[in-house]
Every structure is written in C-alpha cells, then in structure tokens.
C-alpha cells in the first residue's frame, strides 16, 4: 500500500517561508521521480517541482528562484522549501511520482499567504 503523507503547511504572510515535507512508502519513493503539485481555489492542479532519483532538479517558471525541492532517500522523504511566498503561492500542496500515479494522491496541506 503507496502512502504520501505532505505536512508543513500553514499561514504566512507575504515575503516569508514554509517548508513542506512528504514522507513516502518506500518502494514508491526509491523507483519514482519526485514531484511537488498544488491546487489553487479555482484552479487545476500543477506541477510546482520536480527531482529524478538520482537528484536533477526542475521548476514551473512561476517558483524559479524561490523554491527548491530535495529528496532524501534514506528517509523517504521529500521537501519543498518556500521562501519569499506571494499570496498566488496560496494552494493545497501534494507530492507525488512523475507522471502522478492518480491513485496515490495524499490528503495534502494547506498553505496560505496573506497578510
């Protein structure tokens, strides 16, 4: 049974940070590229951040330079660090493989940007 379990979400005003971890099964986690999506009110989920098992790195265009993602495969775990957050950043975070495995969706975590 896949579990992905995203916490670290919360409230924080305009300019500041987050940091968002997800803890993976570890057969999912050690045969998958790792990604970081989110849902914003409204809108259709996106792809925010990616990174390969062997640890390269990619960006929507809308984070480059404000987030980064790493994965650390001794803990199964995957983090999305967030800095200089602007109210658009305001969205249900998930993590999941690339492609997504549509069946594996976390309950995710809420982060909001609001002053």
Do not use: H
């Not at 993976?24 to 050690?30: D, H, L, P, T, Y």
């Not at 790792?34 to 951040?49: F, H, I, N, S």
């Amino acid at each position: 049974q896949v579990q992905l379990v995203e916490s670290g979400g919360g409230l924080v005003q305009p300019g500041g940070s987050l940091r968002l971890s997800c803890a993976a099964s570890r057969s999912f986690f050690v045969t998958n590229s790792m990604a970081w999506y989110r849902q914003g009110p409204g809108k259709q989920r996106e792809l925010v951040a990616l990174a390969t098992i062997g640890g390269t790195t990619n960006y929507a265009s809308f984070v480059e330079g404000r987030f980064t993602i790493s994965r650390d495969n001794a803990k199964n775990t995957v983090y999305l660090q967030m800095n200089n957050l602007k109210p658009e950043d305001t969205a249900v975070y998930y993590c999941n493989s690339v492609p997504y495995a549509d069946k594996y969706w976390g309950q995710g975590t809420q982060v909001t940007v609001s002053s």
